[in-house]
Every structure is written in structure tokens, then in C-alpha cells.
């Protein structure tokens, strides 16, 4: 007798770490911001300190944005296929719609939310926490839960319809590295505590427009 197993298909994520002179320009673009601040706390989520604007036509931005950007969403594509909130008419592309930095220290978070658009993308940047660490404290040694604390977190509903969730722990090690979903995946970000940095992200919504 001959026995199969088969995982019904779903919709993941497309990862992976960015090139150091990337990530170099990434500091120069959110130096840039801080020079001259644009709040976007008010058409955010977040419960968190700060959030800023980034400059999408930087400069400093030209390769991340024509070349790493497109390279992750034609993977997504190749792996699930087009994005189910995709209707691209003739005349029409993919563009960046909006970029922003974020500015979290401890006790702040980012409840349960989507994003507008197609495709949405964290980088982390600063990460002044050890996961390994946050799970040991107090407040969640003896909790069910502690892959929670201090991590980012998908939330989906598997085959069984029960709402899963997918965290990815924050370490160190997660600095410079981008995590590219469809704009609707639910996501949140839990918070971190006896820490006085500051972890720093940045985010983005890729949509669909007509050509300039």
C-alpha cells in the first residue's frame, strides 16, 4: 500500500538577507529623513515613539528600489503566482507607493493590521533586543506564547480554518534582512521590554498605476 502526503497550497513570504552596500544606503536614506522630518505616524498602526517618510526618488535609494524591490516581488510571483488583489489594466505598473522608517523601544508595539496595495515589505535594521533573552524574563518564562515577545509575526488561516502564526525571532541576526508578503497578509509586532534601545524598520507598499 502506498501512502502520499499533500500540503494543500497557500500563500508564503519571499526572504532574504540585503547586500551591505544596500543596507548602507538604507542609513544614508533614513539619515536623510531625520534631517527633515515627515511624520507618518497618522496613517499608521503602530503604537509606537516615531515613524517618518522616506524619500522614494532618493538617490540613495535608485538600486534598492529598480532592482532588489522587483527582484523579490518576481519571485514571490514565480512561487504563488499573481497576487489575488492584482487587475493590471494596459498602460499600468508596479510602483512604489509609500516608504517609511519606524522608531520602536520598548513596552511600543504594532497590533494585528494589513497594508494598502499589492505587496508590502519590512527590512529591520537596528535590532537592540535578543529574543533569546526577551522569552526568558519574567513576564513570559512561563507563558505558552513566549515565541511572541519581541517578535514580528504573520497571523493566517491554515486548512483547518484556526488562525496560525509564523514569528520571526529578533536577534541580531535579522538586521539587514527583508521580508517581502502580499499587502493583505495580517502581521503584528509585539513588544520588547528592560531594553532602552531603539529597533529600527523600515517598511513599504508596493500598488498598481498607470505609466508616467
Do not use: C
Request: hydrophobic share 35%.
Amino acid at each position: 500500500m502506498e501512502l502520499l502526503a499533500r500540503n494543500f497550497p497557500n500563500i508564503g513570504v519571499v526572504e532574504g538577507q540585503l547586500p551591505t552596500d544596500t543596507v548602507t544606503n538604507i542609513w544614508s536614506a533614513i539619515d536623510e529623513a531625520r534631517d527633515n522630518p515627515v511624520d507618518s505616524k497618522p496613517e499608521l498602526a503602530g503604537n509606537i515613539s516615531s515613524s517618518i517618510k522616506l524619500d522614494r526618488n532618493s538617490e540613495l535609494l535608485k538600486d534598492f528600489t529598480g532592482e532588489t524591490v522587483p527582484a523579490f516581488m518576481k519571485q514571490h510571483m514565480e512561487a504563488y503566482g499573481p497576487p489575488y488583489r492584482m487587475a493590471m489594466k494596459e498602460g499600468e505598473q508596479f510602483y512604489l507607493e509609500s516608504l517609511w522608517v519606524n522608531f520602536q523601544r520598548q513596552h511600543e508595539f504594532n497590533p494585528p493590521h494589513d497594508h494598502a496595495g499589492v505587496y508590502s515589505f519590512v527590512i529591520w535594521m537596528q535590532i537592540p533586543t535578543s529574543y533569546e533573552e526577551q522569552r526568558k524574563l519574567p513576564i513570559a518564562v512561563e507563558s505558552n506564547a513566549d515565541n511572541h515577545i519581541s517578535n514580528f509575526a504573520f497571523s493566517y488561516t491554515n486548512t483547518l480554518g484556526r488562525v496560525s502564526t509564523f514569528a520571526y525571532n529578533m536577534e541580531k541576526e535579522a538586521e539587514g534582512y527583508m521580508v517581502m508578503f502580499p499587502s493583505a497578509m495580517l502581521h503584528q509586532v509585539f513588544p520588547f521590554y528592560e531594553n532602552d534601545g531603539e529597533r529600527i524598520s523600515i517598511s513599504g507598499n508596493i500598488n498598481i498605476g498607470e505609466l508616467q
